[in-house]
C-alpha cells in the first residue's frame, strides 16, 4: 500500500483518502491542483493525474490549478483556456499566453488562481459549479420521474 502522507511546499502534512491511480477511470465533480514546487512538478509529471485532467476536459468538467500548477501543470499537458492567471512570477507568467493580472479567473470550466491567499476566492467559483452540476443532475432526475408519473 503506497504511503497517503502528503507533505505540502509549506510543510503542512495531509492524509489522502486514495492515491491517484486508485482514482483512474472514475467520474469527477471538480479536480483542483494545489500550487507550489515541487509539488507542481510532480503533478505534471504524474500519468494517471494528466489523463484524469485531459478527460475531465473532454466532459468540461470543473478543473481548477492554483499557484505555479496552470503553468507547470496545465500548459505543460496543453489544458490551459484562453485566459487563465498563475503565480505571479515572471517564469511562470511567459508559460500562460492568455495571463491575466486577477487573483481567480474562471474560463468556461476552468478555475485558475495566483496564490495561497487567492484559495480561498477559488473556492467559491470551484464550490458553485460543483454545486451547479448536482442542481442539474438532481433537477433531471426530478423531472423524468414527474414526467413518468403523467405517461
Not at 492554483?66 to 505543460?76: G, K
Not at 480561498?120 to 442542481?135: K, R, S, T
Request: with cysteine; charged share 15%.
Amino acid at each position: 500500500m503506497p504511503n497517503l502522507q502528503v507533505k505540502m511546499s509549506r510543510g503542512l502534512k495531509i492524509v489522502a483518502d486514495c492515491s491517484i491511480e486508485d482514482c483512474a477511470g472514475k467520474e469527477w465533480d471538480a479536480i483542483v491542483c494545489p500550487g507550489g514546487m515541487p509539488g507542481a512538478e510532480h503533478l505534471r509529471d504524474s500519468p494517471a493525474l494528466i489523463e484524469l485532467l485531459k478527460e475531465q476536459s473532454k466532459r468540461s468538467k470543473v478543473t481548477a490549478a492554483m499557484c505555479a500548477s496552470p503553468a507547470v501543470v496545465f500548459s505543460t499537458h496543453g489544458l490551459l483556456p484562453e485566459t487563465a492567471t498563475c503565480y505571479p512570477n515572471p517564469k511562470f507568467k511567459a508559460m500562460v499566453p492568455g495571463w491575466q493580472e486577477a487573483q481567480v479567473v474562471v474560463d468556461g470550466h476552468i478555475i485558475t488562481s495566483q496564490a495561497a491567499q487567492a484559495y480561498l476566492v477559488a473556492a467559491g467559483p470551484v464550490m458553485f459549479f460543483v454545486w451547479l452540476h448536482a442542481f442539474i443532475r438532481s433537477a433531471t432526475a426530478v423531472c423524468f420521474s414527474f414526467y413518468s408519473q403523467f405517461q
